[in-house]
């Protein structure tokens, strides 16, 4: 019973580069959000995500940024060309329904923290 | 516009005692409450959860109070461990939003 797979842990990129991150939900969740939280802030919602449907992205930047969830593999959220701006720590989670379950919420993963040099 | 507040960034109690964090909303459309723990170089795990319909959820040490007049929750740790040290994060979401909204958090330090 793995819990959420983000990887990698851990990215450098230089500025200009792309970033791909990657998450595997846990099994049987069908439902995945994309959190990023930037250094001595909270967490900030970026898009929300069922297999092939972008349903909710009002939090996602309008440039750069871009996510997927296909019909087979894990979501990956692209960011291109990417700026100091972007380092920060962006995490998955995902759910059996739409949610967050009121009574067990979301299941995060370990984050990927993104370090733009 | 930030929609969920936690005004202390930190608090520091004695083992032992209770903790006491706070978080306001203002958006009367959130139906549901929940808290993140989360310790560094890990994801927030799940704590407690509260529905609108309620004004007190309780599990273990733990408990969540909802005041849906003022806009305000708060988790009370009872009685406070070591273990308890992390951020604690405030989160609020709407049925069917999909998408939570979450706090700053507070850092919580429970001294031995």
């Known amino acids: 019973n793995a819990g959420v797979m983000q990887n990698p842990r851990h990215l450098v990129r230089r500025r200009g580069q792309e970033a791909r991150l990657r998450c595997s939900p846990m099994k049987g969740h069908s439902h995945v959000y994309w959190y990023r939280q930037l250094p001595e802030e909270g967490l900030k919602f970026m898009v929300y995500?069922?297999?092939?449907?972008?349903?909710?992205e009002s939090g996602m930047p309008k440039e750069r940024f871009s996510a997927e969830f296909p019909k087979e593999g894990p979501s990956i959220l692209r960011i291109q060309q990417v700026v100091r701006g972007d380092s920060a720590a962006y995490f998955c989670a995902s759910s059996p329904v739409v949610g967050p379950p009121g009574n067990y919420g979301y299941t995060f993963g370990s984050g990927t923290r993104l370090t733009v040099v | 516009d930030q929609q969920v507040k936690q005004n202390s960034p930190s608090l520091s109690v004695q083992e032992g005692r209770i903790s006491i964090l706070n978080c306001d909303y203002t958006?009367?459309?959130?139906?549901?409450f929940l808290w993140y723990k989360k310790y560094p170089a890990e994801g927030p795990t799940f704590l407690i959860s509260i529905s609108s319909i309620k004004d007190k959820n309780e599990d273990g040490r733990f408990t969540v109070f909802l005041n849906k007049s003022a806009k305000h929750l708060s988790l009370h740790i009872v009685p406070s461990q070591p273990g308890d040290s992390a951020v604690y994060f405030c989160?609020?979401?709407?049925?069917?939003?999909?998408?939570?909204?979450f706090g700053d958090g507070t850092t919580l330090t429970v001294k031995p």
């Open positions: 989160a609020a979401t709407h049925t069917n939003a999909g998408k939570s909204t």
């Open positions: 995500l069922q297999k092939e449907n972008i349903i909710d």
């Open positions: 958006n009367s459309m959130f139906d549901y």
